[in-house]
């Protein structure tokens, strides 16, 4: 048999450098590696961040629809509120609008009340025929189940005092409830102290007379 040809010093030189290259081969695959994995957890990352901002538009957009609905709930259940018109319900129809001067009139049998409805003029119970007052006078109310804007309206029950003026524009009086309310719709709405103005002027949005 032949001895090799190769020798010791010939082929560790060989051995070596393949070592070394694949010693230095060693961080680049690592680093590969490593950014393979940076770039799969960056990947679910914005996966996950993207599926979380979507849930969160989702939450936000159902929050303010039902903010937006609990905002108009209340506008759309909103009671009428009487107490502005009471001389258009409890003085215009106790007035003879063809009477000249003005005259009263009985004005339980249009606003359908019960028999335990009273009106008095000025602590008298009201005369149909006698003459409305032209100093200030008081008109006062105790309502049993009364619908003075028809029975699609409100229903006036308890007891008010209107201390009525006339006016060069219509009629002013100040309002003093004892216990008065009006329900409609199935909601029950106390008349204010206040005062009050017939005519009004509606189109205008407040409560100035019309001139």
Same mark, same amino acid.
């Given at each position: ?23 230095a081969?060693? $961080? ?72 000249? $001067? ?18 008095r ?13 032209v ?38 009086a ?33 409560s100035? $007379?019309?001139?």
């Amino acid at each position: 048999m032949r001895p090799s040809t190769f020798s010791e010093h010939s082929v560790f030189p060989y051995i070596a450098a393949r070592r070394s290259a694949f010693l230095a081969g060693k $961080p680049t695959l690592r680093a590969a590696s490593l950014l393979t994995a940076v770039g799969l957890v960056s990947a679910l990352g914005y996966a996950l961040g993207l599926a979380g901002a979507l849930g969160l538009g989702a939450m936000v957009s159902a929050t303010s629809a039902r903010a937006g609905r609990a905002q108009l709930a209340p506008a759309a259940h909103a009671a009428f509120d009487p107490s502005r018109f009471i001389l258009n319900a409890l003085l215009a129809p106790a007035l003879d609008a063809e009477a000249v $001067p003005l005259r009263w009139v009985d004005p339980r049998p249009a606003l359908r009340c019960g028999p335990g409805t009273v009106v008095r003029v000025d602590g008298m119970p009201l005369r149909p025929g006698a003459l409305v007052p032209v100093a200030p006078f008081e008109l006062e109310w105790w309502t049993d189940e009364c619908y003075p804007f028809g029975l699609q309206g409100p229903r006036f029950d308890g007891g008010v005092k209107l201390t009525v003026f006339r006016e060069d524009w219509g009629f002013s009086a100040m309002v003093a409830p004892s216990g008065l309310y009006a329900v409609h719709a199935g909601n029950q709405t106390r008349i204010r102290r206040g005062a009050a103005r017939m005519p009004q002027c509606i189109e205008a949005g407040d409560s100035r $007379p019309c001139r």
